[in-house]
């Protein structure tokens, strides 16, 4: 982190490139989009369908095919040109909702198969497109502002997570659902505008032996890479558990309805509580980066998680319940704050795409089977038992790998020192 003339940290270091700027408003518009197309979608096809399973599928249908395509994603974003990569992505997604808005004027006629085709291609992708733009998005800045980047980047999009599906259903509310497609259409236009704004960076050109690598050699070199530095699988392996065992969203309609009885509006609160926590912790860590001693502090922030998830299972009071779940997200909010600055950092240039798609694949595995899990274990041993046993096994996680990983627990990630403790040699 740079300090300004007076030796403080200077909030705003990343957002002083015009081009992070013209970047931040992309991201903004796309994560709009696509939270506001997720309540639109799941409100059509549940409408459509009545059939809570048509949901899961629609989960299943965009998530195969990005997590099935991440690694060649990585592939593809270390070789080719990133920038272009992201604009080719990003008008398929355009496309991709216009194709929807046609589809939604006459349902019945094209049939639901139909509109999972489209969620499918879109699926396609982000195989491709969220490697590229997470490894484009770090040639923006220098390397000192990563932190900060970080940073500004989660908090646009906690605000974009809490806004778009706000903002789907509303439109779907007031306008109709085709409309509400086409204005996530016009919201992906913008962010592809924006995003183009934003020159081309060029690519580490790889080494002479690697040239002549296979992509299978090229994505294993990525894979090993990753699994070689015990930082890196530490922090990624503790998010993977945390979010599999310790999530509570997915049940949350049921504590709404049944347990707290609040209704959909208490829902649509505690739905939103977790960003609100996010989107706070990072908010103070523009100001106070937790880069000394963070190895420590991510262990200590995944075990608040754990608790607040305790407390949420055990808590029959809407306040209690709501705060815990706020709780939850502020820790959270740290946790992807140190993590996201930790895979920039030290991430050799000529890797960054394969090692963020191999990310990539651990958080996608997480939140999908997460939510998977969540269901069954909760028709095995009923709703609470399965929450508050996703804490306390979260917290076995945090011990397990406290114990497992201690360079994970000295980590430091200093900027200025960070190039001596990360080992960047493949």
Known sequence: MTPTPSGEIDTYAALRFPEFRYWMIANAFATLAGRALAVALGYQIYQLTRAPLALGVLGLVEAVPALSLALFGGHAADRYNRRSIVLATRTISVLAAVGLAVISLNPQTFGLVALYLVV????????????????????????????????????VWQITSILGPALGGLSCAWFGVPNTYLLIAAFLVVAWLCAAIVKSKPIPLPEK????????????????????????????ALDLFAVLFGGAVALLPVFASDILKV?????????????????????????????????????????????SIIV???????????????????????????????????SPEHLRGRIAAVSWVFI???????????????????????????GLVTLGVVGLTALAAPQLRALNLDPQQHLQQAGMEV
């Open 120 to 155: 499918f291609i879109a699926g396609l992708a982000r195989g491709f497109g969220d490697p590229a733009a997470s490894a484009f998005e770090t040639q923006i800045v220098p390397r000192e502002l990563y932190g900060n980047a970080a940073t500004w980047g989660g908090s």
């Open 209 to 236: 032996l690697e040239k002549q690598e296979s992509i299978w050699q090229s994505i294993a070199l990525g894979v090993r890479y990753v699994f070689q530095q015990p930082v890196l699988v530490g922090s990624m």
């Open 263 to 307: 209704g959909p509006t208490g829902l649509g609160v505690l739905t939103a509580a977790p960003s609100v926590g996010a989107l706070a912790s990072m908010l103070w860590a523009t100001r106070y980066p937790p880069v000394k001693h963070a190895g420590k502090i991510l262990l200590a922030v995944v075990a608040g998680f754990g608790i």
């Open 312 to 346: 949420f299972a055990l808590s029959d009071n809407f306040f209690l319940s709501f705060l815990a779940l706020m709780a939850s997200g502020l820790f959270d909010g740290v946790s992807v704050v140190i993590r996201e600055t930790m895979l920039r950092l030290l």
């Open 364 to 390: 996608g595995s997480s939140n999908e089977i997460g939510a998977f899990e969540s269901g069954v274990v909760a028709s095995w041993l009923g709703v609470v038992p399965a929450v508050w046993i996703g």
